[in-house]
């Protein structure tokens, strides 16, 4: 199993300013994901984010909102971009089981709160 | 993509068995059926996993009949630490999975 930390794990925000959220993984693993989950709702993919290639995004969600950076095979980062309010999420990072493929480990996820 | 439907909330009490169900209609034959438990603040752990049949590991049993239509998740003799959502995916690649509304279980003393 991997494990996974994010940073920071909460954060208060004003709106029209960005955070960048950061995920680590404890072993090297090909494949990223970034959910969002809002209060009291299931988790939304975000986006999927191979090292070496740029992130491939979900219906609803853009580049130039949550831009996605992975500069090797152990970290990646999520911007959420000009927050507003709605932005006011738990931002999670998985990854896939390298072995198994169908089993993702989960970040404890980063609360976002926008004002 | 396979849709999942499953109750928004159950309760019971510890000491019970718990099952839950999840209606897949449009299920592939690739796909896959895996649920996942969460507890408030932390994020999704895996559970279990399955395509046909039975399925049994240490923490829960997966039920999958014949025409794959749906899956029963069972939870032997719960206790209060079970209180989660748990929520049942349907796909055969793992980054095209969606999380549905998930089951709120709720264990009484």
């Known amino acids: 199993s991997a494990v996974i930390s994010q940073k920071p794990s909460r954060d208060i925000c004003q709106r029209g300013t960005s955070l960048t959220i950061q995920c680590q993984v404890d072993?090297?693993?090909?494949?990223m994901f970034w959910y969002r989950q809002q209060p009291g709702q299931s988790l939304t993919l975000i986006a999927t984010?191979?090292?070496?290639?740029?992130?491939?995004?979900e219906s609803g969600f853009v580049i130039d909102k949550f831009p996605i950076s992975r500069p090797n095979l152990t970290f990646s980062t999520l911007t959420v971009s000009n927050m507003s309010p709605e932005d006011s999420s738990i931002y999670l990072c998985?990854?896939?089981?390298?072995?198994?493929?169908?089993?993702?480990?989960f970040g404890p996820g980063t609360r976002l709160t926008v004002t | 993509l396979a849709k999942t439907t499953q109750p928004i909330s159950m309760d019971s009490y510890e000491g019970q068995e718990v099952n839950i169900t999840c209606s897949h209609n449009?299920?592939?034959?690739?796909?896959?059926i895996t649920w996942y438990q969460q507890f408030p603040s932390q994020g999704p752990r895996f559970i279990i996993q399955?395509?046909?049949t039975k399925v049994t590991n240490e923490v829960a049993s997966l039920f999958i009949p014949a025409d794959r239509k749906s899956s029963t998740l069972s939870l032997p003799r719960v206790s209060l630490s079970d209180t989660a959502v748990y929520y049942c995916?349907?796909?055969?690649?793992?980054?095209?999975?969606?999380f549905g509304s998930g089951t709120k279980l709720n264990v009484k003393p």
């Open positions: 998985s990854v896939e089981d390298e072995d198994s493929h169908y089993e993702q480990y």
């Open positions: 072993s090297q693993v090909t494949m």
């Open positions: 984010a191979n090292q070496g290639s740029e992130a491939t995004y």
């Open positions: 449009n299920i592939a034959t690739n796909d896959y």
């Open positions: 399955g395509y046909k």
């Open positions: 995916l349907v796909g055969y690649n793992f980054n095209k999975f969606y």
